[in-house]
């Protein structure tokens, strides 16, 4: 067991630190952003609260039609671009399949609490069940995905933490 946590390697007084611990200590602006997005992520509980016992159960709104289709355009938006990218061997293929695996997400969410009792219903959950969350579980997937073989991320991030460590701490040879 001991030998999971031994160095593989002594670094030498001139190696640099592992960019992983060069990662940890973040920086006084990296700092604001978190405090910026924890804050803002709190404050929205209250909001929610707000929002779910003051807003009517129904409204009217204006330009219906242009909000779900522009929805549905970037969609296919998305799974082209995550579709050719990922062809092409881009890793900024992860980057789309992320946003694309949210729009499907919240279509499926909304197509279903906005639909009518009845088959608008039925018809917003099989469009769910069978198209949008399926597409998006692949989205995610991708979004995600390590290949097995390497090690490695479609994106070439080493995941492989003692790799990265033995190729940070060895001696180079000159």
């Keep these: 067991m001991s030998a999971l ?5 002594r670094p030498t007084r001139n190696a640099r ?8 200590r973040p920086t006084r602006a990296t ?14 509980v209250p909001w ?29 938006l998305g799974l082209v671009a995550t579709g050719l990218l990922r062809r092409r061997g881009d890793g900024r293929h992860r980057l789309t399949a992320a946003a694309t695996c949210a729009l499907l997400v919240v279509d499926a969410w909304f197509d279903t609490v ?7 219903l039925a018809t917003a959950l099989a469009m769910a069940v069978c198209a949008e969350l399926p597409l998006a579980v692949v989205c995610a997937a991708l979004a995600l995905k390590t290949d097995r073989r390497t090690g490695r991320t479609d ?8 790799t990265a460590l033995r190729s940070e701490t060895s001696p180079t040879t000159k």
């Design 5 to 9: 946590y031994a160095p593989t390697a």
């Design 17 to 24: 630190a592992p960019r992983a611990a060069q990662a940890a």
């Design 31 to 44: 700092r604001a952003v978190e405090s910026v997005l924890l804050i803002s992520g709190a404050a929205l």
């Design 48 to 76: 929610l609260v707000v929002l779910a016992t003051t807003l009517p159960p129904t409204a009217q709104v204006g330009h219906w039609n242009v909000a779900w289709a522009g929805l549905d355009a970037l969609e296919a």
């Design 114 to 120: 906005t639909a009518a009792p009845g088959t608008e």
């Design 155 to 162: 994106a070439g991030i080493d995941t492989d933490t003692d």
